[in-house]
T-cell receptor, first 109, second 115 residues
Framework: GQNIDQPTEMTATEGAIVQINCTYQ??????LFWYQQHAGEAPTFLSY??LDGLEEKGRFSSFLSRSKGYSYLLLKELQMKDSASYLC??????????WGAGTKLIIKP | GAVVSQHPSRVICKSGTSVKIECRSL??????MFWYRQFPKQSLMLMAT?????????EQGVEKDKFLINHASLTLSTLTVTSAHPEDSSFYIC???????????FGQGTRLTVV
């Protein structure tokens, strides 16, 4: 079966760095996405990785290792507004998105 | 970036009535629309995938007669929750793609409450 695993909840301090991990087992691979979702809102796109390596976009970076079925989202200089759920999703061979359950990130002052 | 507009954002309806949710792609042609449901503190659950001009493909466990999906044009898809019950109360989200798009463009979501 297809499976996406990510931690349920993480806590970090304002100004610090946090890494959210995601491991996956899917039927084929056409890219991995990270989305941010604030409570009661639709997800917003953060990043897309299809090749191994690190993609940096401002305070957010995303890493992918296809051989290990592993990705992480790195958030630097955390701000209170970064408190949200972070969803990892993999596009399988049928171009369907397989979603993880999301990681709730709590930022403390 | 691409814009997907979903309406209404919130709706409260009485048990037994039907509710229609619209999802429009404003600046691109959406050959594929995805409808998701999300219960509190849970991830998105794909309900169905619809391609323009053809019948929707429903995920296992989703009642096609209860959740009617219409994708009559390249810019509009609708989800109708028929004979709604309190257990249908949820957050419904659409997303649109161009077939082989690498990014899903989401609507704003609809909070449905059935009383």
């Amino acid at each position: 079966g297809q499976n996406i695993d990510q931690p349920t909840e993480m806590t970090a301090t304002e100004g610090a760095i946090v890494q959210i991990n995601c491991t996956y087992q899917t039927s084929g691979f056409n890219g991995l996405f990270w989305y941010q979702q604030h409570a009661g809102e639709a997800p917003t796109f953060l990043s897309y990785n299809v090749l191994d390596g690190l993609e940096e976009k401002g305070r957010f970076s995303s890493f992918l290792s296809r051989s290990k079925g592993y990705s992480y989202l790195l958030l630097k200089e955390l701000q209170m507004k970064d408190s949200a759920s972070y969803l990892c999703a993999v596009m399988d061979s049928n171009y369907q998105l397989i979603w993880g359950a999301g990681t709730k990130l709590i930022i403390k002052p | 970036g691409a814009v997907v507009s979903q309406h209404p954002s919130r709706v409260i309806c009485k048990s037994g009535t039907s509710v229609k949710i619209e999802c429009r792609s404003l600046d691109f042609q959406a050959t594929t629309m995805f409808w998701y449901r999300q219960f509190p503190k849970q991830s998105l659950m794909l309900m169905a995938t619809s391609n323009e001009g053809s019948k929707a493909t429903y995920e296992q466990g989703v009642e096609k007669d209860k959740f009617l999906i219409n994708h009559a044009s390249l810019t509009l898809s609708t989800l109708t929750v028929t004979s709604a019950h309190p257990e249908d109360s949820s957050f419904y989200i659409c997303s649109a793609g161009t077939g082989m798009s690498t990014e899903a463009f989401f609507g704003q979501g609809t909070r449905l409450t059935v009383v």
